[in-house]
């Protein structure tokens, strides 16, 4: 038996047999995920339930909610609906995605989500949506009122009081004012005049896979340092897509409750959903949603914020949980704060123990223990587009030089390795953003040191945009962002130093002992190398060839190691090399690749140096990396002048659009028809398609044929089965 078919719904047999025999179309998904869950392993094994259990069953869940049941006309209910909620009611759209109730009860940890009993379409119901605003009233709108005791009332009349509803930690809220009157134990409650309905999608909400990846797992529960050797360890939960529009309501409770408590509701509802965000990790931006009417925001002392926009300068490889979806090729809130958390420890390590590091990041970033008080959100501006990411196209439009021997890869090969390789006689190619996109990126803070923790914030953002990247390949100058205004890197190192104060730790003196993960005090000085030119695909293509060269001169030597793992070392061997204690087979580049842009608008090419104690001591890797540094600064120059200077920016590709069915009836065997390439769902490297919904592979595909995923082709229907879901595809003779 494989791995899956040793999973089992933990069910007696005979119902679990009614369930599988149901076609699709009759399960609901809420009970599939509540109830019918394939989480238990018959030969006790609980090793990968990631991969074994979580993926899969949130695959399933996205596969049912795809469209309405059978028989049920969304638009007609949704109307129907919308009759019953009165003229007090706006629209508002998520601008990045957005999950709540993940720790509902489920056989799955932190996979739920909210799912209409009845109807099975994502919905935020109305008492979340009347904390939200509450939250909001309390927290941002009350101090910035003149006149806090009849503020503090107004609230109370929108949306009531119990019996100790104003205690807080054993004591009285602390934002309540004193003038106020205190509800005890002993008063009796009183309901609220305004009723927060449920809000709907005004069109059927399609369901993700989306995913969150520990980089430092050790870190967070063994309390190791955090090192760039641990691998990411995913979980797989459900959200839905950015861009989906909900409907709100708020309604009088009686016909007599003053118009200006409506009003004011109104105002808690938008403020709650645009500052706060609704759901579950809003602190990571989920659940961010844009007010489609006018709407601004109150500025509260209590949570500042600070906003700017951020610009890739290179093309930037992202994704979510399938790589090989274009539209989940976005920057997502949540790799944004997983970046600034990396970025931020540099601040600090070094002058604490890994347990104050941690205590540290807690009060930040927040741990499993309680949620972040900084957060993070990211709003695209304009169209974003992704591209399939072609590296022979790309070599042939832009004339990249070609390698000096057939022994030597081409630049842009050696620095994108695996975004688009061959699988089972398929490419499988990665999307990427082209320079130029760009989004608002608005940082917020609460708590009693809400200025502190933002400037800690701020400063992670600084390094990032000055030094680091995002997505795949970032160390290797893809995905920059440019310059963010006023860098200092030495007053970065007073905040961090002032924050430790804050924070109970005494001023100390950097301690190379303490230095057990990349920390700014040992990074080796930023070395900057003017471009002289636009095209970046030259310029990541020459800073390749350039530290390709050097690798070269390690050809065989053990010592190359140092430049990060796993890195291939061909006999004849020469030289030592013993990783660390901590590391096995992996360890990211000590070293980090930039670019950014000057007055003119022409690359300039920053690279930083983070020696590491595990690779394999800090003063072996301090002397190898100042050797490469030494390599750059007099190679790189000359690439560029001869190969880059003056040329301009290259043009991104043509945009292409999604693959649509060129059929909308029903399919039939023998039909012609237009269907998407997908990746081989079981992982064998069997040549798949899909169309309408349907998955099957492909047959008789003659020899030699390449196919790439997402690419559209035309296939004969061998056979098809609507009732079993099933499908099976010929190549056309």
């Not at 806090?148 to 930690?169: C, N, R, T, Y």
């Not at 999608?201 to 955090?226: M, T």
């Not at 310029?539 to 291939?568: E, I």
């Not at 028809?673 to 047959?699: H, T, Y």
Request: overall charge positive; some cysteine.
């Amino acid at each position: 038996m494989t791995p899956n078919e040793t999973m089992v719904v933990p069910l007696p047999r005979s119902t679990t047999q009614v369930f599988n025999n149901l076609p699709d179309k009759e399960k609901h998904p809420g009970l599939t995920l509540d109830k019918y869950a394939t989480s238990w392993d018959v030969m006790g094994k609980t090793d990968g339930l990631s991969e074994r259990v979580q993926r899969p069953m949130v695959e399933q869940i996205v596969k049912l909610s795809k469209k309405p049941p059978e028989g049920i006309n969304y638009p007609d209910l949704f109307a129907r609906w919308c009759r019953t909620l009165g003229k007090h009611s706006f629209t508002a759209t998520t601008s990045g995605p957005m999950t709540l109730h993940l720790a509902r009860a489920s056989a799955l940890e932190n996979a739920g989500i909210c799912l209409h009993r009845i109807y099975g379409f994502t919905y935020l119901p109305g008492t979340g949506l009347k904390g939200l605003a509450r939250s909001f009233a309390e927290i941002v709108w009350l101090p910035a009122q003149s006149d806090p005791k009849k503020a503090w009332q107004q609230i109370e009349q929108v949306f009531g009081w119990a019996p100790g509803s104003d205690q807080l930690g054993g004591g009285v809220k602390p934002w309540k004012p004193a003038q106020a009157e205190e509800h005890g134990p002993n008063d009796s409650a009183h309901v609220g005049q305004i009723i927060f309905h449920d809000a709907w999608p005004e069109a059927w909400p399609e369901l993700v896979v989306d995913i969150l990846n520990n980089h430092h797992s050790n870190y967070y529960s063994k309390g190791e340092p955090p090192g760039d050797w641990e691998a990411p360890i995913p979980v797989n939960f459900l959200s839905v897509k950015p861009g989906t529009k909900f409907r709100f309501a708020v309604a009088p409770r009686r016909d007599d409750t003053d118009p200006r408590l409506l009003e004011l509701a109104m105002v808690f509802l938008k403020g709650g959903l645009s500052q706060l965000g609704s759901g579950a990790k809003t602190a990571s931006g989920y659940g961010d949603f844009l007010i489609d009417d006018k709407f601004t925001p109150i500025v509260s002392k209590a949570r500042p914020t600070y906003s700017t926009t951020l610009e890739l300068v290179t093309p930037a490889f992202l994704a979510g949980a399938d790589q090989t979806d274009p539209s989940s090729c976005e920057l997502r809130p949540a790799t944004l704060r997983g970046q600034l958390r990396w970025w931020w420890r540099t601040m600090h390590a070094g002058f604490v123990t890994i347990e104050q590091l941690q205590q540290l990041e807690a009060s930040v970033w927040g741990d499993t223990n309680r949620g972040g008080p900084v957060r993070v959100i990211v709003r695209p501006i304009g169209k974003i587009v992704a591209y399939s990411f072609d590296r022979n196209t790309i070599i042939r439009r832009e004339g990249l030089p070609k390698p000096p021997n057939n022994k030597t890869t081409q630049g842009l090969t050696y620095h994108s390795y695996g975004m688009d390789e061959k699988k089972g006689g398929m490419i499988v190619r990665r999307h990427y953003l082209d320079a130029g996109c760009k989004w608002e990126v608005i940082i917020s803070a609460r708590g009693p040191q809400a200025d502190l923790l933002l400037e800690q914030a701020k400063s992670a953002l600084q390094l990032l945009c000055r030094y680091g990247g995002v997505g795949s390949k970032s160390r290797k100058g893809f995905g920059s962002f440019a310059d963010l205004p006023d860098f200092n890197l030495a007053k970065i190192k007073d905040h961090a130093d002032n924050f430790r104060e804050a924070m109970g730790i005494k001023r100390a003196n950097f301690s190379p002992a303490l230095a057990q993960s990349p920390c700014l005090e040992i990074m080796l000085p930023e070395l900057s190398i003017p471009v002289g030119g636009k095209n970046y695909w030259l310029a990541l293509d020459q800073l390749a060839a350039s530290a390709q060269a050097f690798a070269q001169k390690y050809k065989h030597d053990l010592t190359k190691k140092a430049l990060g793992l796993p890195r291939n070392v061909r006999p004849p061997i020469t030289g030592k090399f013993k990783a660390g204690r901590h590391v096995t087979d992996r360890h990211s580049s000590p070293a980090l690749y930039h670019f950014a842009k000057d007055a003119n608008g022409n690359l300039v090419m920053r690279k930083v140096a983070f020696p590491a104690a595990e690779l394999p001591t800090l003063k072996d890797s301090s002397d190898f990396l100042k050797e490469l540094r030494n390599h750059i600064q007099k190679d790189l120059p000359l690439r560029f002048q001869q190969n880059v200077a003056g040329k301009s920016a290259s043009s991104p590709p043509p945009q292409t659009s999604a693959a649509k069915p060129s059929n909308q009836g029903t399919l039939a065997n023998g039909q012609r028809v237009k269907a998407k390439v997908i990746a081989d769902p079981k992982g064998k490297g069997r040549p798949f398609a899909e169309i309408e919904g349907l998955q099957g592979n492909i047959l008789q595909l003659p020899a030699g044929v390449t196919l790439e995923i997402g690419q559209e082709v035309e296939l004969i229907i061998n056979t098809v089965n609507y009732q079993n879901r099933q499908i099976m595809f010929r190549w056309p003779s």
